[in-house]
């Protein structure tokens, strides 16, 4: 995790994170300050966590830029792979847009960043904005976690989240693709889908949300409702889902507990490596 990212922190703002912008040449690639780039020396970074740009709200920013000009700088990085082209980090829409509008160059600030500090602030700068569907959202904490090493505290104060924000949006990326994709689409709330998450039938109840255009506390009654021919799927309780939460966040994989009172239960840990297991095993025997 980059600690100089984590330290700055959310209250100032993207603006923090990329310095005072004032019209300079070139020279310094560290510095914070405001240059002129090519539009055709930027690409899209592969670090970019957004995935959907709506082309209604592009256009209009087309039509302002046209106008007043883009007011605001987008931060990049130098290519990694590319000699003499730049990275976006920050403002990938404003540069769609700002081909839309015909400018030849636009306003940006260069800084030399890691991958993790590109995903980071990639991230940030895009809630900050709300522009991330929760989908989008998740996907970037997962890529910091299960990449880079993160912990979902961590997390939690590079973003300004609560780690509970951060464990629950994760988990709707456990939902079939196609919940997944209603989200995105905004069919349907990350309320809606956590309600039917530990459903049998989840894309059934889904599809019965969006038709009836229900309610989040709808699409809990209706979760909780015995399917025909289907066994009835006992909810998890709070509290399970809060141990499940803490243990994910002290071992750093995910952990399910499956609570049946008295008759106990189990515990599932999930591993995709055998240093994962072995982590695992260092804990336990501890």
Known sequence: MSSSISKKGLGRGLSSLMGDTKDV????????????????????????????????????????????GLIQPILVRPSPTDSGTYEIIAGERRWRAAQIAQLHEVPAVVRKLDDVEALEIAIIENVQRSDLSPIEEAAGYKRLIENHGHTQEALAEIVGKSRSHIANIIRLLGLPQSIQDMISEGKISSGHARAIMNSAFPEQLAEKIVNENLSVRAAEDLAKQRKPGVKKVILKDPDTIDLENNLTAVLGLNVSIDHKGKKGGSIKIEYKSLDQLDLVTQKLKS
Do not use: V
Not at 42 to 59: T, V
């Open 25 to 68: 040449s070139i020279q310094n690639e560290t510095s914070n300050q405001e240059t002129k780039i090519s539009i055709s020396n930027l690409k899209p970074s592969p670090s970019q966590p957004r995935r959907l740009f709506d082309k209604n709200s592009i256009n209009e920013l087309a039509e302002s830029i046209k106008s007043k």
